[in-house]
């Protein structure tokens, strides 16, 4: 969390790539693994290895 | 190659007022759109991997091939990726759309996951992305009108796909419906519609973010006898897999909770709220131990099926739910532990919300049903899940033939192999109560725990829970026996009495030993009793079983 603007903010580990184009996207390597792309892939992955069960089975009920 | 624009990117963030709104279950449009910019990063990302996992060992991705076979794709692995970029140059806001969707989020994820694994870009199905690179050429509204649920009310309007056609809804979790008949189609259009009606007049604000998350319903195999299923799954922000409803509360109901597991999903997505997420505990909602972080996930989901439930309170059962689930939400939410900081905030603000529903009238009748259901759910999860070592048996059998105070023993946590669904036959009686129905003549006969002799929304109960255990692979039965220690459902007179509020003709029946033994739960929760189900269960056939539980207590 940071509190050094004048609201207290929220800052993910994630980064924001929407406005990336395809090209410029999956062109992006970084070989030594050191930048925020590559904390945020290393994040993405460990989500990918422990995806949980499907939350499934609500029932109404009424 | 390090893209400038890529080294500049800004990391996604949220308000603290934007964090504590969405914990509270009040998130405004921008947090909103927030998320939802962050699910599309999250598909790019996926992408990003796709692309460099074809990059780094195309001999893998071809080698068990016929070498012609390989040959050609080999040469160019990533082309499908290569043609939706050239689309995306000629319109980048359509391409946009399409990389946007949910459906698009779980064919990333099966995608990157199969060439992981050594499939063929083929095998992996990365086709579909030349498919996308063609209907980026398709205006939206021509590809969906025929299969688009639209509804207005008062102001207010959604839109979202039904989605009938495409195979990736078959990774929703659930057995996707065939394509709708032309009936089938007319009849979600008017449960939509219904269900709309009720929610804006209802709870707007929670309808609008309903039409700002929600985009595509995945219409799903129904149960033949349950009223409803549905499932939401990480990888596909907005989109809902649910069987046709029975009606249009159900619907509304659905829905409201499935959105609040895509919100915190891609909350989660963002930050994580828990320290410990696999730390399992007891939910309200399931009858198994259940990691912290599905349990956060009940909560969450309930708050705004709670939320709903507060506005219909001049029906019996719509308050029964409303008294039930406010209390299961703080319990939940009261019992995470381990919380992130982001979490600690997420979680306070949905305490901050729900408490002061607690201090909220409900016909007593009504609220002593509602409690003694939440206490039932607990109780005979206990008797489930927790297990007393065979040392501890043997002191507390002493203690009661020599007339002793109960040793103090530590129940340990062993739950059963597989996930289990109970059906409770004094819900069900309960259900039927609060809708006004009589109950005379449901309480002569003991009846059978499951099987034929079950009451009709009990079996229903049943099979659903089957279903769902073959859905997740898993062979059905044993719901309810292992060493004696079941929990034991439908002792008629008893569960009438008890649902009619009286006592002692409850104690009464639950004391007798039926066909199904003790129901050691019904009798602690008819005398209103502070004892462990798991303790007095292992004193079976020792004592009397009211004066056993006296004991204990």
């Not at chain 1, 924001?16 to 993405?44: I, K, W």
């Not at chain 2, 999903?265 to 972080?293: C, H, I, K, M």
């Not at chain 2, 859905?471 to 039965?477: D, F, L, S, T, V």
Request: hydrophobic share 45%; charged share 25%.
């Amino acid at each position: 969390m940071s509190t050094t603007g004048a609201t207290p903010e929220w800052r993910s580990a994630m980064i924001d790539v929407s406005e990336l184009s395809l090209t410029d996207l999956t062109a992006a390597t970084d070989p030594a693994g050191e930048s925020v792309l590559a904390h945020c892939l290393r994040r993405l992955a460990d989500d990918l290895a422990h995806p949980g069960e499907p939350i499934a089975g609500f029932n109404s009920a009424l | 190659m390090t893209i400038p624009a890529l080294a500049h990117a800004r990391p996604h963030h949220l308000s603290d007022a934007a964090l504590a709104g969405l914990g509270a279950g009040h998130p405004d449009a921008a947090t909103i759109a927030e998320l939802r910019r962050s699910q599309l990063s999250r598909h790019l990302l996926l992408l990003h991997e796709i692309a460099a996992t074809l990059r780094q060992s195309p001999s893998k991705q071809t080698e068990h091939l016929p070498q012609p076979l390989a040959d050609r794709t080999s040469a160019a692995p990533d082309e499908p990726i290569a043609a939706l970029a050239a689309a995306e140059r000629e319109a980048p806001a359509r391409v946009r759309e399409l990389l946007a969707d949910p459906l698009f989020g779980v064919w990333a994820v099966s995608c990157l996951k199969a060439l992981r694994e050594g499939a063929s870009p083929e095998q992996a199905g990365l086709t579909h992305l030349a498919t996308l690179a063609t209907a980026a050429h398709i205006p939206h509204q021509r590809n969906h009108d025929d299969r688009a649920l639209t509804a207005t009310h008062d102001g207010l309007t959604i839109s979202v796909r039904l989605e009938d056609r495409d195979p990736l809804r078959a990774h929703l979790g659930l057995t996707p419906a065939p394509r709708l008949t032309n009936e089938q189609l007319r009849r979600w259009r008017e449960k939509f519609t219904g269900a709309w009606r009720l929610l804006v007049t209802a709870v707007r604000p929670d309808a609008e973010v309903l039409a700002a998350v929600l985009t595509c319903i995945v219409p799903v195999e129904p149960d033949p006898a349950a009223r409803g299923i549905s499932a939401t799954s990480a990888d596909a922000f907005g989109a809902v897999a649910i069987s046709e409803p029975a009606d249009a509360t159900a619907l509304a109901v659905g829905l409201l909770h499935e959105a609040q597991h895509s919100i915190l999903n891609a909350v989660q997505y963002l930050f994580g709220l828990l320290e410990a997420p696999g730390l399992t505990g007891y939910s309200p909602w399931r009858d198994d131990p259940r990691p912290a972080s599905g349990i956060l996930h009940g909560a969450y989901a309930y708050l705004t099926v709670t939320r709903f439930w507060r506005t219909q309170r001049r029906d019996r059962l719509a308050q029964f739910e409303f008294a039930r689930w406010r209390a299961a939400v703080v319990a939940a939410g009261e019992g995470l532990r381990e919380l992130t900081p982001a979490g600690a905030r997420f979680v306070g603000a949905l305490l901050d919300e729900v408490r002061p529903w607690l201090a909220e009238p409900v016909e007593p009748a009504v609220l002593r049903l509602a409690e003694g259901a939440n206490r039932d759910h607990y109780l005979r999860w206990r008797l489930r899940n927790l297990r007393i070592e065979p040392d501890d048996v043997a002191a507390l059998t002493q203690a009661w033939h020599a007339g002793q105070p109960p040793p103090q023993v530590t129940p340990r946590l062993q739950p059963m192999a597989r996930r289990a669904l109970e059906a409770n036959a004094r819900l069900d009686l309960t259900h039927r109560f609060l809708r006004g129905h009589s109950l005379e003549g449901l309480g002569t006969d003991p009846r059978p725990a499951e099987g034929n002799g079950a009451a009709p929304e009990q079996q229903r109960e049943n099979r659903t829970a089957e279903h769902e255990l073959r859905r997740q692979g898993r062979a059905p039965g044993q719901h309810t026996s292992r060493s004696g220690q079941a929990a034991k459902v439908g002792n008629g007179e008893a569960d009438v009495a008890y649902v009619l509020g009286e006592r002692e003709r409850a104690l009464r029946a639950y004391r007798k030993v039926g066909l199904v033994g003790v129901d050691w739960v019904g009798l602690i929760i008819a005398g209103g009793f502070d004892v462990a189900p798991e303790v007095a269960s292992v004193l079976a056939g020792v004592g009397e079983p009211l004066e056993i539980v006296r004991w204990l207590s």
